[in-house]
């Protein structure tokens, strides 16, 4: 049953400032706890200081909190000081839970279980709930994302289908917002947490606070969604024949007619190798081998000077329409999209030292 949310700005006084609470953990990336503390206490203070030399009033109350007040180390081994233990943080405006890292193939069973009692209780209460990257997982765990959409790191696209089958999970999204309504946004991958920090200052202090902080860190939206950014994930393979094949693959995925070649190797029925490939895989045979031609694809998009058509044809697509398509579809962009976006990340090499 879908909890009712009272939204507390209706009732706030217009003197209280709204609190955002950032949910933390030894798991959590200080990149996203950092930067969304950096970014949300600013709100109403740097962008008068950066143009009339004058600072404003800050808008909104940050904290950052955790299963207790104990300093600990996170990520990287740095140091976290909760400004308050979850226990005593009763009613926030906002919670965001950081990303909490876990295996792409490990669900955090019991990991959380005082961060999760307290999630359930500020939700029931009012409490606009919100995640960034893997901290949708723990949303998940907790059943709050129970018959919703929901978007997390294009990796854990697996582990949820498996782990957390009652999400729909939206792969290509970078900031949910379909459950809004209900209490509760959901951000992609780690720096989705700028998507998600803009749409929370916007909702508590205007469009014009929501603008003026993104001039002021230099912000910009993922508009291209995460499908760009995906790349193909792998299961350990115990099948024997099944690795086999994904072995031969790996080097022949060009070839014409890949899945009947592979049966053949097999040795199985084509139903029976196409059952046992999906199991061992995750994957039907033909998609697996279209995500590996794009994953080649994309590679010599990134770092060769082949023709559009020709890195086509070099990944086993005879006809160039054909190879947009599948490409656009699977990736987000057109190839030619695709290489102007990546390719000025290509490693350039230090200018070479001149003999003395």
């Known amino acids: 049953m879908d909890i009712v949310i009272t939204v507390k700005r209706d009732t706030m006084p217009e003197n209280r400032r709204s609190l955002i609470a950032l949910l933390a953990a030894p798991e959590t990336s200080p990149s996203v706890l950092y930067g969304l503390y950096d970014v949300l206490y600013s709100v109403g203070a740097v962008f008068p200081d950066m143009t009339v030399g004058e600072p404003g009033p800050e808008a909104i109350e940050v904290r950052i909190v955790a299963s207790d007040e104990k300093p600990f180390r996170c990520i990287g081994n740095i140091m976290i000081e909760p400004h308050a233990a979850i226990s005593d943080i ?55 994302l129970d018959g919703r959409a929901a978007a997390a790191h294009w990796a854990y696209a697996d582990l949820f289908q498996s782990a957390y089958p009652k999400v729909t999970l939206l792969k290509d999204s970078v900031l949910c917002l379909a459950a809004e309504a209900d209490g509760v946004v959901t951000a992609g991958g780690v720096t989705a947490w700028q998507d998600l920090a803009i749409h929370l200052i916007a ?44 072995d031969w693959i790996g080097a022949n995925y060009a070839t014409p007619n890949p899945v009947e070649r592979m049966a053949e190797r097999s040795g199985l029925g084509h139903r029976t190798f196409a059952r046992r490939f999906r199991a061992a895989t995750g994957y039907a045979p033909i998609d697996y081998v279209q995500a590996l031609r794009m994953e080649e694809a994309k590679q010599l ?45 290509a490693f350039r090499a230090p200018p070479a030292q001149s003999a003395r």
């Open 301 to 345: 998009l990134e770092t060769d000077d082949l023709g559009l058509d020709e890195v086509g044809v070099a990944v086993g697509y005879e006809d160039p329409a054909s190879f947009r398509r599948m490409f656009k579809r699977r990736v987000g962009l057109t190839p030619a999209a695709y290489r102007r976006k990546f390719r000025s990340i």
């Open 203 to 246: 909702r508590l202090c205007g469009k014009r606070k929501a603008c003026e902080t993104a001039k002021v860190f230099l912000l910009s939206g993922h508009e291209d969604g995460q499908l760009p950014y995906a790349a193909m994930t792998h299961r350990n393979v115990s099948d024997a024949v099944v690795s086999g094949c994904q």
């Open 90 to 144: 009763d009613d926030p405006d906002i919670v965001i839970v950081c990303d909490m890292y876990t295996p792409i193939h490990t669900a955090p069973r019991g990991r959380y279980p005082r961060e999760l009692a307290w999630l359930r209780r500020v939700h029931a209460g009012g409490t606009l709930v919100c995640s960034v990257c893997s901290g949708s997982l723990v949303l998940a765990e907790a059943g709050l």
